[in-house]
C-alpha cells in the first residue's frame, strides 16, 4: 500500500530555494517521495526522535546529493516530508 507523501510549508519553502541553484533538485524529491511511498523506514532514524527519520539521495553529475527529513505518521500512514537541504562536498 502506498503511503500518502505530505509536503510541510517549510519543505515547500526550501525546495523552492535551493531550485534557484540546483536545477534538478525537484528530480531528486520526486524520486525521494517513490521510495518513501513505498519505503517509509528507508532512511535512519533522527536520535531522539522515534517517528523522525533522514534518507539521503546519491549525488549525480552536476547535483549534489540532498538530505530529507521526514515523519512517518504510522495511525495514518503518512510521510510528512519536513525538511531537505543539499549535501556539500566532503559533507557526509
Same mark, same amino acid.
Given at each position: ?15 523552492? *530555494?535551493?531550485?534557484?541553484?540546483? %536545477?534538478?533538485?525537484?528530480? =531528486? !524529491?520526486?524520486? $525521494? ?10 532512511? *535512519?532514524?533522527?536520535?531522539?526522535? %522515534?517517528?523522525?527519520?533522514? =534518507? !539521503?539521495?546519491? $549525488? ?33
Amino acid at each position: 500500500m502506498l503511503k500518502e507523501i505530505i509536503e510541510e510549508h517549510c519543505f515547500v519553502e526550501q525546495l523552492d *530555494e535551493l531550485q534557484k541553484k540546483y %536545477s534538478r533538485v525537484y528530480d =531528486a !524529491k520526486d524520486s $525521494m517521495s517513490w521510495v518513501l511511498a513505498r519505503s517509509p523506514k528507508h532512511g *535512519e532514524p533522527l536520535d531522539g526522535f %522515534s517517528d523522525h527519520m533522514v =534518507a !539521503k539521495t546519491r $549525488m549525480v553529475g552536476g547535483t549534489p546529493s540532498f538530505r530529507f527529513l521526514y515523519k512517518f505518521d504510522y495511525e495514518n500512514d503518512h510521510v510528512h516530508m519536513i525538511a531537505i537541504a543539499a549535501v556539500e562536498d566532503g559533507e557526509d
